[in-house]
T-cell receptor
Framework: DAKTTQPNSMESNEEEPVHLPCNHSTISGTDYIHWYRQLPSQGPEYVIHGLTSNVNNRMASLAIAEDRKSSTLILHRATLRDAAVYYCILLNSGGYQKVTFGTGTKLQVIP | DTGVSQDPRHKITKRGQNVTFRCDPISEHNRLYWYRQTLGQGPEFLTYFQNEAQLEKSRLLSDRFSAERPKGSFSTLEIQRTEQGDSAMYLC?????????????FGEGSRLTVL
């Protein structure tokens, strides 16, 4: 399975943008880039995903490098509720998926 | 239907006892996953069902672990002869189709403590 590399932790001030990086240098052409986040004492929740083009939704934006070897999750205005562990994972277009999460980035939001 | 439901949310047991966790996925989601998460780590894949068929099992799933999804709806995860190393959060997730183009919906997990 292609692996991802993320910083262990990051800090952001409340109401400022946050850019969470993810490296995936061994990504294959059929791998989708997905982001999930896990709030304390909860299961992970889906944030966003993309293949090649940048993506926006109500929660965040995903910026994908042209060579697809890295991506960045952008939270436009961090709130205290965004304090969580953010996971970047790769999913390919195979028939079924054995989704494996790494250790993610723990985001701390400072009031 | 409000999401993936897991029961019990917390279980404390003594070493050597058997425990069973139940997962009710979102209605009509044909794919169901079990994960295990220990403190400070990301979720680790345990097993995957498509409808009632168990299509993949991780090597983490020793012979003391068994999972079923008898009618393609709810699923159970049983751990026999529990060990202290089994203490973890057990997460269930479901999806309506292929997850590479969609999303996994997780439950809030069942936390197991083995004394």
């Amino acid at each position: 399975d292609a692996k991802t590399t993320q910083p262990n932790s990051m800090e952001s001030n409340e109401e400022e943008p946050v850019h969470l990086p993810c490296n995936h240098s061994t990504i294959s052409g059929t791998d989708y880039i997905h982001w999930y986040r896990q709030l304390p004492s909860q299961g992970p929740e889906y944030v966003i995903h993309g293949l090649t083009s940048n993506v926006n939704n109500r929660m965040a934006s995903l910026a994908i490098a042209e060579d697809r070897k890295s991506s960045t999750l952008i939270l436009h205005r961090a709130t205290l509720r965004d304090a969580a562990v953010y996971y970047c994972i790769l999913l390919n277009s195979g028939g079924y998926q054995k989704v494996t999460f790494g250790t993610g980035t723990k985001l701390q939001v400072i009031p | 239907d409000t999401g993936v439901s897991q029961d019990p949310r917390h279980k404390i047991t003594k070493r050597g006892q058997n425990v069973t966790f139940r997962c009710d996925p979102i209605s009509e989601h044909n794919r169901l996953y079990w994960y295990r998460q220990t403190l400070g780590q990301g979720p680790e894949f345990l097993t995957y069902f498509q409808n009632e068929a168990q299509l993949e099992k991780s090597r983490l799933l020793s012979d003391r672990f068994s999972a079923e999804r008898p009618k393609g709806s709810f699923s159970t995860l049983e751990i026999q002869r529990t060990e202290q190393g089994d203490s973890a959060m057990y997460l269930c997730a479901s999806s309506p189709g292929q997850v590479n183009t969609g999303e996994l919906f997780f439950g809030e997990g069942s936390r197991l403590t083995v004394l």
